[in-house]
């Protein structure tokens, strides 16, 4: 395979823009006052703080552990005291705030010693664990956790994609990355093609970035791995998407609501290389990365190596300042970004360019007209979509619809609402449809799962009811079989018929039975002898008197003897 070809696909849609490319060499930015390390810089759960108010950390040092699976550490990128653990703002498009660690510089930059190891002798579970306790994520702004895209599971790889088109106007830090730090890109993707498994590797670069490409070529052609071919792709917007570049690649399209790994095919960033070796090979974690600083607000434009966590104040002083106070700052490219809330905001891992544009720079904030239904959105849209379509459906509330013409498959490049005649902000409705569509769903998963514990608690307390009117059966079932045996027993031993379903029965049949053996068979009463008065001789008896001890009467023994209110015996 050739180290270099042209690419043989295209996307259909897209724009041609005025690029703003920078070619100014990277520069290490200087020693931040203060750095505020957001606890959440990547897509999943926040990471767990371990560190307390007033603990010296070293460079390198973990400051917070991941805490679930789509989750990873982040790092100190300096030495310095910890002097706040609180919310601070972010760079963000709510502009709230977020937990953050303020670190106090101490300006002797201590760092952990590095721990380097050979990747290519590793298996791929130890290289996707070094990455992610590395705290790497994706540097191409989507900042999703690494390893996890390194991790294919079932699914065979057979390509790697580095995304160097970086298509937006402005924005410069890859195709410096990739003029200066070629070798190292490469030392990346070996790493990579190692940990999935893959064949090839297809790097992906904008036809406006020569020295990149020149670099790279050389880079490739100086290893002579034939599994690495850097591809020349034309230049347009929104190249650098990942399902447009890798269309552009390899022709293949990846489906409605699919991912690359569907076709077999992973996507990193030039920048996400570098920080895998780094990992790596060296043992270090990602504290540091590549950010543009330019636009026509900003004095010198310059990509600089940037500690994470540095306010943005600062880049912008080092960058020789603000040429107007209403500039309004952008994170990101002018197509894609978002105006952050102010300069006080850190460096996070997806901040690839700070845009500081004049209001005389931005499209004029003219009311919205009518849709005219001219069609130049659809023609526009890179993802094959009818955005208009979409636009009613979503301005109706008539959120199913907007699904049924793919609406999770608009990549929100902004194309259509810029060739829009009626300056309708389109992206903006189709923004509100996802969120109001994600709420429902959050909705009706809490319901579901309602749903479920109370269906779970029926059937407890029914089957709770069964197992005691169960038991209740069983007993009764015992006893009447206790007493069958028992009246059985008895009928067997006395010859007489028992009651066999009466306990009581048969316990009188028993004591009948009893009092037959103690007689021998006779009735009791006839055994009884009948009490006699014995004959006492005139001696034995009592020599006291009895005087007024009356004597038998004449109405014979037994008879009452009473007297009379007058004395009289009747």
């Known amino acids: 395979m050739s180290v270099h070809a042209q ?45 307390s108010i007033g603990e010296h950390v070293l460079g390198g040092q973990p400051l ?3 805490e679930g699976y789509v989750s ?83 699914s065979v790889v057979d390509t790697l994609v580095i995304n160097g088109a970086e298509c937006e106007p402005y924005i410069s830090c890859d195709q410096a990355l990739m003029r200066e730090r070629a070798d190292d890109i490469l030392n990346g993707v070996q790493i990579m093609l190692h940990a999935l498994d893959a064949q090839r590797c297809l790097i992906g670069v904008e036809d406006n970035k020569p020295d990149a490409i020149d670099a790279l070529i050389d880079a490739v052609s100086r290893r002579g791995d034939e599994r690495v071919t850097v591809v020349t792709v034309p230049t347009r917007y929104p190249q650098g998407g990942e399902k447009q570049l890798i269309q552009t690649l390899t022709g293949r ?3 409605s609501h699919g991912l690359p790994l569907d076709i077999g095919i992973v996507c990193h960033n030039p920048g996400t290389a570098v920080a895998v070796w780094e990992a790596v090979t060296l043992g270090r974690a990602l504290t540091h990365r590549v950010v543009t600083v330019t636009g026509p607000g900003i004095a010198n434009p310059c990509n600089l190596r940037v500690r994470i966590g540095t306010p943005v104040r600062e880049l912008l002083a080092q960058a020789g300042g603000l040429v107007d106070p209403d500039v309004r700052l952008i994170m990101g490219g002018p197509m894609m970004g978002f105006a952050l809330s102010g300069a006080d905001v850190p460096v996070v891992k997806a901040t690839n360019c700070i845009l500081a544009l004049r209001p005389q720079d931005l499209r004029p904030d003219t009311p919205a007209m009518p849709c005219i239904r001219c069609g130049a959105c659809a023609d526009a849209c890179p993802a094959g979509l009818l955005p208009q379509q979409l636009y009613w459906h979503a301005r109706a509330q008539e959120f199913d619809k907007t ?16 060739v829009c005649p009626s300056q309708i902000p389109l992206v903006q409705y189709y923004r509100h449809a996802k969120t109001e569509i994600w709420a429902e769903e959050r909705a009706q998963r809490k319901a579901d799962v309602a749903r479920q514990r109370h269906e779970a608690r029926q ?103 009473r007297e009379s209110p007058s004395g009289d015996a009747t």
């Open 253 to 255: 399209e990846i489906p």
């Open 72 to 154: 990873t550490p982040v790092h100190a990128a300096t030495s310095g005291t910890v002097v706040a653990i609180e919310p601070r703002p972010v760079p963000h498009p709510s502009g709230l705030s977020a937990p953050c660690v303020v670190i106090e510089p101490d300006g002797q930059d201590t760092q952990q010693p590095d721990t380097p190891a050979d990747g290519l002798a590793m298996d791929a579970t130890a290289l996707r664990n070094r990455i992610r306790q590395a705290g790497v994520v994706g540097l191409g702004g989507a900042a999703f956790p690494s390893f996890i895209k390194l991790n294919p599971g079932s």
């Open 64 to 66: 917070a552990a991941a």
């Open 459 to 561: 059937a407890r307390l029914e089957r709770e009811e069964a197992e005691k009117k169960a038991a209740r059966e069983a007993k009764k079932a015992a006893l009447r079989a206790k007493a069958e045996k028992k009246a059985a027993a008895a009928q067997a031993a006395g010859g007489e018929t028992a009651a066999t379903d009466d306990p009581v029965a048969a316990a009188i049949a028993r004591a009948k039975a009893k009092s037959r053996d103690k007689t021998g068979g006779a009735p009791a009463a006839a055994a009884k002898p009948a009490a006699t008065k014995p004959d006492l001789p005139p001696e034995a008896g009592p020599k006291t008197s009895q005087p007024d001890s009356p004597g038998p009467s004449d109405n014979g023994p037994g008879t009452d003897r």
């Open 403 to 418: 699904q049924d013409y793919k609406l999770f498959d608009c990549i929100e490049c902004g194309c259509c609402a810029q």
């Open 7 to 51: 690419a043989q696909f295209r996307f259909p849609g897209g724009l041609a823009l005025d690029y703003h490319k920078l070619s100014a060499p990277i520069q290490d930015a200087a020693l931040p006052q203060q750095l505020v390390v957001p606890l959440s810089q990547h897509i999943g759960q926040p990471a767990k703080c371990l560190v």
